[in-house]
């Protein structure tokens, strides 16, 4: 018994101690639970953070584009019969009103971490015999490679795009027969056209976008599409990519530029995610409550066992304040407990399975993310979890009747 | 003038079960009783004579249904729970027939109990003063000792000891040396007897034994919820 542990707590301990078996089993009980909690959380966050990744690898966090043109029929006077059919009106490329005004705009955005105006247009790539449709981006690197690190899929050349460079996918040079400093000759839907030089070649994992996409520089692209000064779209990212459909919405209400969110594009996929983290807070609530239930079942027990102890500490003089806390205590000392072993054995779990498997290439199949917080809210709440368990039973055990309890 | 309070004071103490329903059976019919400071009385009566239940209101645990009681002079009908409680842990030692030890702890630790509960942290003090406790009912050598480890008289003796913690006035013991063999028992009421008489301390001892009985300064005899001599 040491001087500066309260009476309570040793009685805690104690009464733990003495009932080695059952504590060693709900121990274990809740060590499983909490395991499978740690386990659960990090693997899926690891593989949420994968995925998004992936997502927003190649493409901006919100895209600003110019909104649709609408057919604006004029109506006739009187005694004119009209058709009630409007024609959809085929959509031009177009640059964004006033891109230069909305960018500076959103640069003083402190959610908006980089603004990125770019020229999407549809092109022909030919080399000799060979010739294959490309989706072509103009972009300004500086700033785009903030948005897509471009640089880090770079397998063959430097990221550099002078007004006749060219970077181009693994797959479209392979179908071209061409590679770094050869040149190809680039036809717009306009009917423009231009020699460029090829100066690197990515690989961004994806066969399609290695077979579709290239990159020139802004004003080339511009020149290519007849869209001298323009921009087709203004690429955005923002510090929590969670928040881009929010955010989207306020750049649509303060540009009046149409603006989609990742989110918005890639509604399935968040959708999964969605349903993921839904099924993931299930899961992490019905073992949360079969541990209660555990705790509970063992000190309701223990209530039972203990009624005589729990008597003479009542003569003695023991509010029943006291008992009450001795209970509660049981119950978040097993949880803390078992918590310290769960987060081990799931941690320790997830570090072994990150290492065992590998993709084909040796990869790593998700990222390991094992934030302290994940354990310190895991203890926090195993043993707030504990104490909530040991209400019924504390409260059983701090009202009997000293008299009934000590006969037995 | 303090010795003239008697330590308990019992007036028209009535018990009642099941109060207000049609099987409501009363066990105490009105008890007047008086308990001078070191006195050494017995309590005897027939199984279901209302002893313990006696013993148990004395004892604070339980409260009469009508009926005053006053513990050196304080008048208890108007406490509360916790009021209840102090005065328990404060004046009133408890000596039980079985189970009288708190299996987790050590001798040592059971005697500091009453201390422990009333201060919340152990100290030296405590710790000394249990040892002196121990060392008057000659366990020294057990002191570390689980109960589960120690004979039927051993335990008894530490619950003295256990008993004498907070320098109460009054020791209530219920058939104290029921479960022991007669060398311990003897050896048990001899120390109660010399705690009596070194420390003033009240004795109210719930017995069936005679024998004991005859041992005692003062014999209420309690027959059908009455004391009849």
């Known amino acids: 018994m040491t001087n500066w542990v309260p009476f309570e707590w040793t009685a805690a301990i104690r009464f733990l101690k003495e009932g080695r078996m059952q504590t060693l089993f709900i121990i274990t009980g809740v060590s499983i639970g909490v395991a499978v909690i740690v386990f659960m959380s990090a693997l899926l966050s690891g593989l949420q953070a994968n995925f998004i990744k992936r997502v927003l690898t190649s493409s901006p966090h919100i895209q600003l584009i110019p909104a649709d043109e609408i057919a604006r029929p004029l109506r006739g006077g009187a005694g004119i019969i009209e058709a009630a059919i409007v024609q959809r009106p085929a959509q031009r490329l177009r640059s964004i009103d006033q891109w230069q005004k909305v960018r500076a705009q959103l640069q003083t955005w402190p959610d908006i971490t980089n603004v990125s105006p770019s020229v999407s247009a549809a092109a022909l790539a030919v080399r000799g015999a060979a010739s294959r449709s490309i989706s072509l981006t103009g972009i300004d690197p500086e700033v ?31 179908d071209l027969g061409v590679t770094v400093g050869d040149k190809l000759t680039l036809t717009s839907a306009t009917g423009a056209s231009r020699v460029m030089t090829i100066s690197g070649l990515f690989d961004l994992g994806n066969k ?42 306020a750049v649509e209400t303060a540009t009046g530029v149409q603006a989609d969110s990742w989110i918005k594009t890639n509604a399935q996929f968040f959708t999964a995610v969605n349903a993921q983290q839904t099924s993931n807070t299930m899961i992490r609530l019905f073992v949360g409550l079969s541990v209660a239930f555990g705790i509970a079942s063992v000190l309701v ?26 209970f509660l205590l049981q119950g978040a000392l097993l949880g803390f407990a078992g918590s310290l072993i769960g987060s081990a054995l799931g941690g320790g779990t997830l570090v072994y399975w990150h290492n065992a498997l590998r993709q084909a290439d040796g990869s790593e199949i998700f990222p390991l993310i094992l934030e302290p917080q994940l354990f310190i809210s895991a203890m926090v709440l195993a043993a707030l979890t504990g104490v909530a368990a040991a209400a019924v039973p504390a409260m059983r055990a701090a009202q009997l009747d000293p008299v009934v309890a000590i006969r037995g | 003038m303090a010795d003239a309070v008697p330590v308990v004071k019992l007036e028209g103490v009535r018990k009642a079960y099941g109060t207000g329903t049609p099987v409501e059976v009363e066990v105490l019919h009105g008890i007047d009783l008086e308990l001078q400071r070191g006195e050494f009385v017995a309590l005897t009566g027939p199984s279901g004579s209302g002893k313990s239940t006696l013993l148990n209101i004395i004892g604070l645990l339980d409260r009469p249904t009508a009926g005053r009681l006053l513990i050196s002079g304080r008048e208890t009908g108007r406490l509360n729970d916790t009021e209840l409680t102090q005065l328990r842990g404060h004046s009133i030692g408890f000596i039980f027939q079985t189970h009288c030890l708190i299996s987790a702890f050590t001798a040592l630790e059971n005697v500091m109990m009453p201390q422990l509960v009333a201060s919340e942290f152990p100290n030296d003090a405590i710790r000394a003063r249990a040892e002196e406790l121990l060392d008057q009912v000659g366990l020294t050598r057990w002191k570390d000792n689980l109960s589960s480890n120690m004979s039927g008289g051993q335990q008894q003796r530490v619950a003295i000891a256990r008993s004498l913690a907070m320098n109460p006035v009054l020791i209530l013991a219920d058939e104290p040396t029921g479960n022991l063999d007669t060398k311990s028992a003897d050896g048990a009421l001899d120390l109660m007897r010399q705690v009596n008489r070194d420390h003033g301390t009240t004795f109210l001892i719930v017995t069936h034994s005679m024998d004991i009985a005859h041992r005692c300064d003062r014999i209420i005899d309690v027959v059908d919820g009455q004391i009849v001599n």
Request: no cysteine.
């Open chain 1, 301 to 326: 027990v223990s209530v039972i066992q203990r009624s005589r102890d729990i008597g003479i500490l009542r003569a003695m003089g023991t509010s029943q304040g006291q008992i009450l806390r001795i």
């Open chain 1, 144 to 174: 785009y490679f903030n948005i897509v690190p471009l640089p880090d899929y770079i397998v063959a050349g430097q990221p550099r795009l002078t007004s006749d460079d060219i970077i181009i996918g693994l797959d479209l040079g392979i």
């Open chain 1, 208 to 249: 399609g976008a290695n077979k579709r996409v290239a990159y020139v520089a802004l004003r080339t692209a511009q020149t290519l599409s007849n869209l001298a000064g323009g921009v087709t779209s203004i690429d955005l990212t923002v510090r929590d990519v969670y928040a881009a459909e929010t955010i989207a919405q």
